[in-house]
């Protein structure tokens, strides 16, 4: 059985799958044998078990080395655990995950992905839409917040990043998930555009995916603060245990940029 996905009819991947083992409310999981499992939200693969640390890593712990003292953390849409593993390998840190689809939940459950995450101390799980969870949500109340999923954001709604921006600290980070340069740049310039009016500083940085078509995909972190490539924490980012993607030098080289990128994307760019 091939699992097969399109890009706006320019590019088709397939991969071999040998059964689906979770399918409810738009979310399925299937295990592939070699990707190991796969998760798909809309029709559209998240990650797979092999290359979880190649995004999930990235994400997380790129914020978490960069902010100064990280203590709460926010992950909007983040009921599959994966991220909350990464980010509860920083012993002082605590979570809050909403989650919008309940059936992700019961996905990471079923399919035995990071539920055991979700089960943590540190950790409080909401189901919720994101920006009802964000409206009740204390001014400064979350060091770092982060936007886990592209498609489940509305990139134009300036009252939600508004809302995002207040329930920041004064020296908060903002991590979203960007989408594709190479097949999408117009979505990728949106979240750009979105966090341009409240970050000193905007910069792009990218993850690699096994299973998501063209294989480098996109974050954005918005900072108001610390910059991502002079201000990481070293002993943070080489020492941190149980890595086995990130480290410092990965940290810096995934803010890259070739010379026609960085053109095109000028003015969404505040480094």
């Given at each position: 059985m091939w699992l097969t996905q399109k890009v706006d009819d320019v590019l088709k991947s397939e991969h071999s799958v040998k059964e689906k083992i979770f399918d409810r409310n738009g979310v399925e999981v299937y295990d592939s044998g070699y990707f190991g499992k796969?998760?798909?939200?809309?029709?559209?693969?998240?990650?797979?078990?092999?290359?979880?640390a190649m995004r999930h890593e990235i994400m997380a712990h790129t914020a978490v080395c960069t902010h100064e003292e990280p203590k709460r953390v926010l992950v909007v849409d983040g009921g599959d655990g994966a991220l909350a593993a990464e980010l509860l390998k920083h012993r002082d840190l605590k979570i809050d995950i909403t989650e919008s689809n309940e059936a992700m939940v019961e996905a990471a459950e079923a399919a035995a992905l990071s539920n055991d995450a979700l089960k943590s101390?540190?950790?409080?799980?909401?189901?919720?839409?994101?920006?009802?969870?964000?409206?009740?949500?204390?001014?400064?109340?979350?060091?770092?917040?982060?936007?886990?999923?592209?498609?489940?954001?509305?990139?134009?709604?300036?009252?939600?990043?508004?809302?995002?921006?207040?329930?920041?600290?004064?020296?908060?980070?903002?991590?979203?998930?960007?989408?594709?340069?190479?097949?999408?740049?117009?979505?990728?310039?949106?979240v750009l555009s979105a966090l341009d009016e409240g970050f000193k500083i905007v910069m792009p940085f990218c993850y690699s995916s096994m299973v998501r078509p063209g294989g480098e995909w996109w974050l954005a972190m918005g900072s108001r603060f610390s910059h991502p490539t002079a201000d990481i924490n070293l002993q943070r980012a080489d020492l941190t245990d149980g890595l086995r993607y990130y480290n410092s030098d990965v940290h810096i080289a995934r803010f890259a940029l070739p010379t026609e990128s960085f053109e095109n994307l000028r003015e969404y760019i505040k480094r």
């Open positions: 796969v998760v798909l939200c809309g029709g559209k693969s998240l990650y797979c078990e092999h290359d979880s101390e540190r950790l409080s799980l909401s189901i919720s839409s994101s920006s009802n969870f964000v409206s009740k949500a204390q001014d400064g109340s979350y060091d770092i917040v982060f936007l886990n999923r592209f498609d489940e954001i509305d990139f134009n709604d300036a009252a939600f990043f508004a809302e995002i921006e207040r329930i920041l600290g004064e020296k908060g980070i903002v991590v979203s998930d960007a989408s594709s340069q190479l097949y999408d740049m117009g979505g990728h310039k949106s």
